[in-house]
């Protein structure tokens, strides 16, 4: 039995129209202004709007070795939850995935739990050149790189090895920016201060705007250098801006950025009231940062918003600022909170459309996703507006139990979430737990 969308309000390529949609399969089959089928399953959207399923280039959902904080099946859960189909999931677990063996155990797990489209990042090292140049990118959206400090042993801190991968990889090269040195010059500088119980303001201090443009301007000057493909992960200042074209459509960009939701939602000012749950490398800044990144997103200096969703348990956030992990969960609630945005006209519906499913599809060159279109696979959200609800412990599906986003207040409601054809959410409920499929990417 196929599935009829009626009178939806479709989002899709800049435009926003009235259309029934007809999934048959896996597949958008039709788009009409009216469509009449017999044995179907029909949801009538009653005028709400129909989005294409957002794209989330980086997570962190800690499976394998981590998953006390959470795991690929828990965190997809969570992403459908908040209308994202499809992820590509970061390298740093336990083991960090530095082998061609420990990448495809990552896709067996993807395979076997979860309920969202996926696929991985190859990790990159200091000493795993052999493995990471055996990387099919048909198959993994790209390579990872930490430029600045990570879990496990995955920081490539070696000029030479990030010479050779920027000269001989044939795909993406997705990189962490955040200069190693001068956070270890900070940190010192605020143990002298503080001892171990360094303030949570100062995070933005410590990671800081020197030691953010001081990587990305590298990783950016080595890209130009080998004509590589480079996406330039969680920007969080004004400076980095500099640093990207907007000259150019995506798809002819060789040199792409993203902006995640907490650096557009969150400023220092928050510290105070948020404390270590807003604790993310890199830090979120300042206003002028924020005002900038809002700016640059919408004149397409950044590409991209993602939400770089990473758990950890309310007792480990709880720690002194040392021992404190960095990072948050966000998947569940990065759409409702962008489409929050478009009220106070930081944005439109359209353009976070755009910037959270069509962008992602085009920059990683994704087959068959990310719009709504005859043909492409059905990965759909259906979205109520003006009905009021709150984030709370009640209705979080993370692992970990908590969000950063606990108390507000959201005026967009995510109703149903279709992936590859199937209702996967509805209502507030998981309803289908059937398992998403592998991307394919047109490298």
Not at 51 to 72: A, S, W, Y
Not at 238 to 258: C, D, G, P, V, Y
């Amino acid at each position: 039995m196929g599935l009829l969308l009626k009178n939806a309000r479709k989002v899709n390529e800049g435009t926003i129209e009235c259309v029934d949609v007809l999934i048959e399969s896996d597949r958008i089959n039709k788009i009409a202004p009216s469509i009449s089928v017999k044995n179907h399953e029909i949801i009538d959207l009653h005028g709400a709007y129909l989005l294409p399923g957002v794209i989330d280039d980086q997570v962190h959902f800690r499976e394998p070795g981590l998953t006390h904080k959470g795991t690929i099946y828990s965190e997809s859960r969570a992403a459908v939850a908040g209308g994202i189909t499809s992820f590509m999931e970061m390298p740093n677990t336990k083991p960090s995935v530095l082998t061609q063996d420990l990448l495809e155990d990552k896709f067996n797990i993807g395979r076997r739990d979860s309920i969202a489209n996926f696929s991985f990042f190859m990790g990159v090292s200091n000493d795993n050149i052999n493995d990471v140049l055996k990387t099919d990118f048909s198959k993994v959206p790209g390579l990872k790189i930490f430029m600045g400090s990570s879990t496990g042993n995955m920081l490539v801190d070696n000029f030479q090895v990030l010479n050779n991968i920027f000269s001989n990889a044939d795909g993406l090269i997705a990189v962490h920016c955040e200069d190693e040195a001068t956070i270890r010059y900070n940190m010192q500088k605020a143990k002298e201060k503080y001892g171990d119980n360094v303030p949570i303001y100062e995070h933005h201090n410590i990671r800081s705007h020197d030691a953010c443009f001081k990587s990305s301007s590298l990783a950016v000057e080595l890209a130009k250098k080998h004509n590589s493909r480079l996406h330039v992960l969680h920007i969080s200042t004004e400076k980095e801006l500099e640093l990207f074209n907007n000259e150019l459509a995506l798809n002819e960009k060789k040199i792409t950025s993203e902006v995640c939701i907490h650096h557009l939602s969150f400023t220092d000012k928050d510290y105070s009231k948020k404390g270590n749950f807003i604790k993310w490398n890199p830090a979120v800044k300042t206003e002028q940062d924020q005002d900038a990144l809002w700016k640059g997103l919408l004149n397409n200096k950044l590409d991209i918003i993602a939400t770089d969703h990473a758990p950890h348990t309310k007792e480990e956030k709880n720690n002194l600022y040392f021992s404190c992990p960095s990072g948050a969960p966000m998947v569940q609630h990065a759409l409702p909170m962008m489409l929050q945005h478009t009220l106070n006209n930081k944005i439109s519906i359209e353009r976070v459309v755009e910037k959270m499913s069509h962008a992602p599809a085009i920059c990683f060159k994704l087959k068959n996703r990310g719009f709504i279109r005859e043909g492409y696979h059905a990965d759909l959200v259906i979205v109520q507006p003006n009905t009021k609800w709150s984030i709370k412990k009640e209705n979080i599906l993370y692992s970990c139990g908590w969000s950063p986003l606990e108390g507000h207040s959201l005026d967009f409601n995510i109703t149903h979430t279709i992936v590859n054809g199937n209702v996967v959410y509805k209502n507030g409920k998981i309803i289908n737990e059937k398992n998403g499929q592998e991307l394919a990417f047109d490298n």
